[in-house]
């Protein structure tokens, strides 16, 4: 049926379907009995309620105040709509025509539309704070709106810290003032069916009752978890691998039961919110594969059933293909295929647990009889998936209680199978006793027959022959024998003596090897030592370098300072000779002056004097600072001669130590060959031990052989007399027979 909105919504049934238009004023009931009273009173009911809107007005939801612990949200006081592309945002949805769920249930199945609800909550007078908890834990994605502008975007496909409360479920805080009204949206999506158990709490009695529900919910997970330890414990006690696979199938259930009921969010895997989403087929898909390896190995069908066997092994490849199926991103299809995959398995599992208590199975009836309670469970539980049953307490807990009934009754199975493997090991014991009785009757009656034949064996004269013909062979190859052991007899002594010579010279041998290990160890201690001292060589030729250089530094320095003073001294110099000239100029201009230039000529011949005197020194500083130059360039040169020299000589140090170091790898290889050489050598001498003590033992047998031989070759020589006896004795009762018959022939 087309649908103007595109709000279609597909419900699963067992036995048939029906579908919801979200946006039509008709709805289309589709089963496989067709029954015309039933349509039109269908469609009588869908005219009278579209007749009449008011009936459809959902009624605002009062909240708990005073002794009322908790209100829900029933169908009644709901409205939803059906978003088929899953993306219209809040104020297009709010313009959308939303339809009363009254009488329809708050659950609506499976589908891929994203389902939208609205209802009213009313404040009493006094105002207050409340928890709004969406009891269904399988949504991927739950958008709440309040009409005061608060929102929150949870569920198990976003993070765990998106929940306002950490809880199994979602859980919302909601703050009114006394009287108000709130108008709240919510959007939910998911793969796994869609349901609005809506609650409104006083906070109080909300945490004791999680406090009461988590009490209990350890209790129950804590005692399967106690029989799974116990199934497992049996496992490694009597290997048998039934026990393995039902520890594993608890494990894989109890998996499920936490994904269904939102507790495996909390115990760690909320923190990958896209296996979070798909751990309810993954835990149903795990569920499937070992349940159907426990009827394979429980139930054996393959001994009564090989049909049944083979069927059973096709459902195991299909269930193990689900498990990878589960990480697909529309895993929609993967739970449907679960489900039909339940539902066409049923049949198969209640037909071979039959089958084996048909063919005399005992624990088969233990199987059946907790199969049904379980399959009572499951089907309570999935009527509340397309909404066909209400979700509360009671049909949330079948499955968990059936589970415990199952488990019960399964591990009871599972001791009856003990005793009846008991009883088949007692009868088989009996049995074995029988034989046992009939094959001593038997062995009586052949040594009775046995003697019998000795007696006529003896009776045989043509025996007696042979017997002494075979004693006297016997003895000589006795004899033969007996000097072949003396000669490997003395073999074995002297193989005896090589091996005592090789064990003292592997000890010999052992003492060396030690005290060559001793000797390389000494060697890599005074290799080590010998780097230290070259290390630490090193350090004082860089601080001699270091040094050096400082020196050098300090010398072009003073070189530097020399050449700045010889460049003052020629600057004096050149002075003095211009004063020396001036005072000459000065002289000659005195004399020329005559009387009155006589005291400017005492001052000119005071100041030539002085020139004189300047630069007099001033050659003496030019002399002393040449000699200054030419000692600081020699003492240059000589130093970095010893810089050189110095750095030759830490290189050829760094070779040193190269040499000790690779003189040390050489050691501690040769250490190694010598632990090698010291391992093969201890073999070697054990081996030569075990040879010795080997060829000891050999030498004591051979000689215990050559003594049989010789008794042999005495009982051979013995057998042979006898023999000559017994052929005297066989000639005598021959004629006496024959006298006999005679006499008798005669008589």
């Not at 009062?62 to 209100?71: I, M, Q, S, V, Y």
């Not at 769920?101 to 207050?128: H, K, M, Y």
């Not at 115990?267 to 835990?283: D, H, T």
């Not at 230039?597 to 600072?625: C, H, M, N, P, Y």
Request: proline share 3%; with cysteine; glycine share 8%.
């Amino acid at each position: 049926m087309a649908n103007p909105r595109g709000g279609k919504r597909l419900f699963l049934n067992t036995g048939y379907t029906y579908a919801v238009e979200g946006a039509t004023h008709t709805i289309m009931t589709t089963t496989l009995f067709r029954a015309d009273s039933f349509l039109i009173l269908s469609y009588l009911s869908c005219a009278l309620l579209l007749s009449c809107p008011e009936l459809l007005q959902a009624r605002p939801v009062d909240l708990p105040h005073g002794a009322t612990e908790r209100a829900a949200i029933s169908d009644s006081n709901m409205e939803y709509w059906l978003d088929s592309s899953r993306q219209m945002p809040l104020d297009e949805v709010r313009n959308q025509e939303f339809r009363s769920r009254a009488g329809l249930g708050t659950s609506f199945g499976l589908g891929r539309d994203a389902v939208w609800i609205r209802f009213t909550l009313q404040a009493p007078e006094n105002g207050g704070r409340w928890l709004l908890q969406f009891g269904h834990p399988l949504y991927d994605e739950l958008d709440v709106y309040f009409s005061d502008g608060t929102s929150y975007f949870t569920g198990r496909g976003r993070p765990l810290d998106s929940r306002p409360v950490e809880h199994s479920t979602f859980v919302i805080p909601v703050n009114l003032e006394g009287g108000q009204q709130l108008q709240v949206y919510a959007r939910a999506t998911s793969g796994d069916s869609i349901k609005y158990p809506v609650v409104v709490w006083q906070p109080e009695d909300f945490y004791k009752n999680t406090s009461e529900l988590r009490l209990v919910t350890g209790l129950y997970y804590g005692g399967i978890f106690i029989i799974f330890l116990y199934n497992l414990l049996l496992f490694f006690s009597l290997r048998d691998r039934v026990y393995l696979v039902y520890s594993a199938y608890l494990l894989s259930i109890l998996f499920f039961m936490a994904a269904e009921m939102g507790l495996i969010n909390l115990a760690g895997l909320g923190l990958l919110p896209y296996v979070s989403e798909r751990s309810v087929p993954l835990g149903m898909a795990l569920t499937l594969t070992f349940l159907n390896l426990f009827i394979l190995d429980f139930l054996s069908p393959g001994k009564y059933s090989p049909a049944l066997k083979r069927t059973n092994q096709i459902y195991l490849v299909f269930f193990v293909l689900l498990i990878p199926a589960s990480f697909v991103p529309a895993y929609l299809y993967t739970v449907l295929a679960g489900i039909l995959a339940v539902v066409t398995y049923i049949p198969v599992l209640m037909a071979t647990a039959i089958k084996g208590l048909r063919a005399g199975f005992r624990p088969a009836r233990v199987f059946l009889l907790s199969w049904s309670v379980m399959l009572a469970g499951v089907l309570i539980f999935a009527g509340t998936v397309p909404g066909w049953l209400p979700t509360n307490l009671f049909t949330r807990m079948a499955i968990p209680v059936g589970l415990v009934i199952q488990v019960v009754l399964l591990s009871l199975g599972l001791a009856d199978r003990i005793r009846e493997l008991n009883a088949d090991l007692n009868q088989e014991r009996e049995s074995l006793e029988k034989q046992k009785s009939s094959l001593q009757t038997v062995l009586d009656e052949a040594t009775a027959t046995a003697n019998e034949l000795r007696e006529v064996a003896r009776e045989q004269s043509d025996l007696v022959e042979q017997l002494s013909e075979m004693s006297s062979d016997q003895a000589a190859a006795s004899e033969e024998v007996s000097a072949s052991i003396e000669g490997l007899t003395e073999v074995t002594v002297r193989i005896h003596s090589s091996m005592e010579g090789q064990a003292k010279s592997g000890e010999e041998m052992q003492g060396k090897v030690h005290q060559l290990r001793k000797a390389h160890e000494a060697v890599i201690q005074k290799s080590q030592q010998s780097n230290q001292s070259v290390e630490d060589m090193k350090g004082v030729f860089s601080d001699v370098t270091r040094q050096l250089d400082a020196l050098q530094n300090q010398i072009r320095e003073i070189e530097q300072g020399g050449r700045s003073i010889a460049e003052l001294v020629k600057v004096i110099g050149e002075i003095t000779e211009k004063v020396n000239m001036l005072s000459l100029n000065a002289s000659i201009e005195a004399a020329r002056a005559g009387e009155f230039g006589r005291g400017f000529e005492v001052v000119a011949d005071e100041v030539g004097k002085l020139a004189e005197q300047t630069g007099g020194r001033s050659r003496e500083i030019s002399s002393r600072v040449e000699q200054i130059q030419k000692s600081i360039v020699g003492g240059t040169r000589s130093t970095e001669s010893t810089v050189s020299l110095v750095q030759n000589l830490a290189r050829d140090i760094e070779k040193v130590q190269s040499s000790l170091s690779e003189m040390g790898r050489s050691v501690v290889e040769q250490n190694q060959v010598v632990d090698v050489l010291e391992k093969h050598t201890v073999q070697l001498n054990q081996k030569s031990r075990e040879i010795s003590a080997e060829a000891s033992e050999q030498l004591a047998s051979m000689q215990e052989g050559r003594t049989t031989i010789r008794r042999i070759s005495d009982m051979a020589a013995s057998l042979n007399e006898a023999n000559q006896k017994l052929g005297a004795i066989s000639e005598r009762l021959r004629n006496g027979a024959e006298n006999l018959a005679a006499r008798i022939s005669h008589s």
